[in-house]
């Protein structure tokens, strides 16, 4: 029989607040069956994984196929050409990047899948269309030792 848990109230605090300290969580997240999208970032380029059981393509990239359970899965390596499918300046920016300028994320098809990045060399963002075509690259961020995936845009500038 099921632990009966205890009622909990929720209590609105009004009034003057203060602001928490701000907190940092860190933790190694393990890459050993994926390391060659990491690798591939570094030499730019973008790897999806296809499983080779029933063919699904994966971005990010899966070990095992979350359809059909396969651990039988290739490396693709994307194209490097994409379509803007959404996109969106943050300025509220969360921790750790505090210190960046406000960015734009921004959400592109490639191919059968969907590929999130930051959108680069872009000045006035209201110039920036959904259908706009991107070239797909990779940005090194030193602040985090990482590389990004970036997209500028193809046939314009803004």
Known sequence: MAEK?????????????????PITYRHKI????TLKYWDGLREGRIYATKCKSCGA?????????????SSDVEWIELSREGVLETF????????????????IIAIARVGDVRV???LINVKDERC??????VVLGTTYIEKHNK?????QLKNKQC
Do not use: A, H, L
């Open 5 to 21: 848990k205890p009622n909990r109230k929720t209590v609105k605090v009004e009034g003057p607040t203060i602001d928490s300290v």
């Open 30 to 33: 393990p890459i050993g069956r």
């Open 57 to 69: 393509v994966y971005y990010p990239p899966q070990s095992d196929c979350p359809y059909c359970g």
């Open 88 to 103: 969106t300046r943050v300025y509220s920016r969360p921790q750790g990047f505090e210190d960046f300028e406000p960015y």
């Open 116 to 118: 999130m990045g930051w």
């Open 128 to 133: 920036v269309r959904v259908g706009d075509e």
């Open 147 to 151: 590389y990004i995936i970036t997209f």
